[in-house]
């Protein structure tokens, strides 16, 4: 089955070369076991979600397509609702992970840091086909499933102070007052409606001129 999250960095090569004295205790089979099946068990809700949509998505065809038996199921999330928001808390990990990685370093100066946080957008690790396809099948859900709504917000809390603190420090640097809370939801909704044509577009989608627009509108 074909991975829906970008993989870890690989550990191994000469990093992976340690003393046995050194080298931490391997964790046990059975947790490993564990979180392997949780894993397969996500990436095959996902790829359920993109294929039948959430309503079409059943216990039955996570079990087809991940080929964990219906008990394994039963035991790591008790129910296919359970499943939905374990999926939705692991996409907003996976997304405030890659952001962190992708961004820029704290030493730029705050245009740096505000234009390497929007670049860190368009990346692939955080805008491709198969997250954008379930992010919004999931955001579809959350009127009628508000537990989906905090991890798949337009208003994400961490994106705003960094974006927020980028243009109170640029005011500062530069001497011209600027309204840093409506220039950064500006750009958020920019940025919504650029994740939003690529998810319809996606064939046919610029990721660079849609940077290229949002950094013009800073």
Not at 9 to 17: K, R, V
Not at 23 to 44: M, T
Not at 189 to 214: K, P, Q, S
């Amino acid at each position: 089955m074909e991975r829906f999250y970008a993989p870890s960095q690989d550990e191994s090569g000469d990093n992976a070369i340690t003393s046995a004295k050194s080298r931490p205790i391997a964790p046990s089979k059975r947790r490993i076991d564990k979180e392997g099946h949780r894993l397969v068990l996500l990436e095959a809700t996902a790829s359920a979600i993109i294929k039948y949509g959430i309503a079409g998505t059943t216990i039955s065809r996570i079990q087809e397509i991940s080929g964990v038996s219906r008990g394994m199921i039963n035991l790591h999330f008790q129910s296919k609702d359970k499943l939905i928001v374990a999926l939705a808390q692991h996409i907003d990990a996976e997304y405030q992970a890659n952001r962190r990685r992708v961004s820029s370093s704290p030493s730029q100066t705050p245009r740096g840091r505000l234009y390497a946080a929007v670049r860190a957008e368009f990346s692939d690790e955080i805008l491709n086909k198969k997250l954008g396809a379930v992010w919004m099948a999931l955001r579809s859900e959350c009127n009628a499933r508000p537990d989906l709504r905090p991890y798949i917000e337009t208003r994400d809390k961490a994106f705003y102070r960094e974006l927020r603190q980028c243009f109170h420090q640029i005011s500062k640097t530069t001497g011209k007052p600027r309204d840093g809370r409506r220039a950064t939801l500006a750009l958020m909704a920019l940025i919504e409606g650029m994740l939003t044509d690529f998810h319809l577009h996606a064939d046919f989608f610029d990721r660079e001129e849609a940077l290229n627009v949002c950094l013009f509108a800073v």
